[in-house]
């Protein structure tokens, strides 16, 4: 039976995005030395799902209002760029488990993960405003995409003695925007639906900005460009077959 698209459906959806992120956590319960090429191949995996989301995105959008899907797109952009800055500009918290060095440097990564999950939970509220399936299609893109993320964020701490369970918190925590924006998101662009392509545009142009700024900056550490390309090719097949598919 198909899924109702109600506001309760949307905020589960997003909050489902934000929990995989804590599972990003669980391969340092077996081992505390998972390679950086690992966390490099996870990051150009992810960037071919969120540049195959960004492309549906855009379609949809043009589909509706070329113009104002183009506006959505630089919008999208100047926001999580200025979201990004914002972070970098915070003090290091007070956490008993790490160092002032370390603390920083996980204010750093949790902090920017943390601004562009606003972009991710206005991507999964707005993409349910143009129909279930285009929702889910978003909500399962950026779930996957979430966990190299929480993955990211628990090489950070585990290693220099916070538990796994805590930095499985800590990445959830960088995630939980996602389901608080996401159902303002959906209203807004549900009640307003001359908008919509707007906000279509707006998600797509954050998300293409992570793609180049944080994951394939990520994914050039450990792997060669021509591997890199073979990679994030073939996860955007894989998820356009997907999207094909359903």
Do not use: C
């Not at 966990?147 to 805590?166: H, K």
């Amino acid at each position: 039976m198909a899924l109702e698209v109600t506001l309760f459906a949307v905020f589960i959806a997003a909050l489902i995005t934000a929990l995989t992120t804590g599972l990003g956590a669980l391969p340092l319960a077996l081992s505390k030395n998972v390679g950086q090429k690992w966390l490099s191949a996870g990051a150009a995996i992810a960037a071919g799902l969120m540049l195959a989301a960004s492309h549906t995105l855009i379609e949809e959008g043009m589909a509706k209002q070329e113009w104002l899907t183009l506006a959505g797109i630089a919008t999208g952009l100047i926001l999580v760029y200025l979201a990004y800055q914002g972070i970098e500009k915070q003090n290091a918290p007070d956490i008993g488990e790490l160092n002032d060095a370390d603390a920083k440097k996980m204010l750093m990564i949790v902090g920017v993960m943390t601004a562009h999950s606003f972009a991710e939970g206005i991507g999964v509220g707005v993409s349910y405003g143009g129909g279930q399936d285009l929702g889910l299609l978003i909500t399962a893109t950026i779930a996957i995409h979430n966990i190299p993320e929480g993955l990211a964020i628990a090489l950070i701490l585990v290693p220099r003695g916070m538990s796994v369970l805590r930095a499985a918190g800590w990445s959830i925590f960088s995630s939980l925007p996602q389901p608080l924006v996401a159902v303002p998101a959906y209203i807004f662009v549900n009640t307003f639906q001359s908008i919509l392509p707007f906000g279509l545009g707006l998600a797509a142009g954050a998300m293409i900005w992570m793609v180049f700024a944080e994951l394939l900056p990520d994914a050039n550490k450990e792997l060669q460009p021509a591997t890199i390309g073979v990679i994030v090719v073939f996860a955007f097949l894989s998820m356009m077959i997907f999207q094909v598919s359903i």
